[in-house]
């Protein structure tokens, strides 16, 4: 069974930084996105990138956040710089476009003063 898993969350001050990252088997062979879901709030795409490494970024997190991704190790990850308070949210990973079940457990980021 396909098994993404995503690390890197915490309990950060407004201004600060996380990062990210999320492994799956299958990451290097597709574009990949981040979405994140904050409390009482749908999911949503905040980043992606191809797997050229090309990025594309929501309004919301553009010039803060960075993604990256290593091929060869079946990994992608986020570098958050600058968190708000709007931050706060479980953050997953998953194949973009056509996600791919199940999903993992995410990741918290608590982004709190």
């Known amino acids: 069974q396909v098994r993404l898993v995503e690390s890197g969350g915490g309990l950060v001050q407004p201004g600060g930084s996380l990062r990210l990252s999320c492994t799956a088997s299958?990451?290097?062979?597709?574009?990949m996105g981040w979405y994140r879901q904050a409390p009482g709030k749908q999911r949503e795409l905040v980043a992606r990138?191809?797997?050229?490494?090309?990025?594309n970024y929501a309004d919301s997190v553009r010039g803060r956040f960075t993604n990256s991704r290593d091929n060869a190790r079946n990994t992608v990850s986020l570098h958050m710089n600058t968190l708000k308070l709007e931050d706060t949210g479980v953050y997953y990973c998953?194949?973009?476009?056509?996600?791919?079940?199940?999903w993992g457990q995410g990741t918290q980021v608590t982004v709190s003063s």
């Open positions: 299958f990451t290097n062979m597709y574009d």
């Open positions: 990138i191809t797997r050229l490494g090309i990025t």
């Open positions: 998953n194949k973009y476009p056509g996600n791919i079940d199940p």
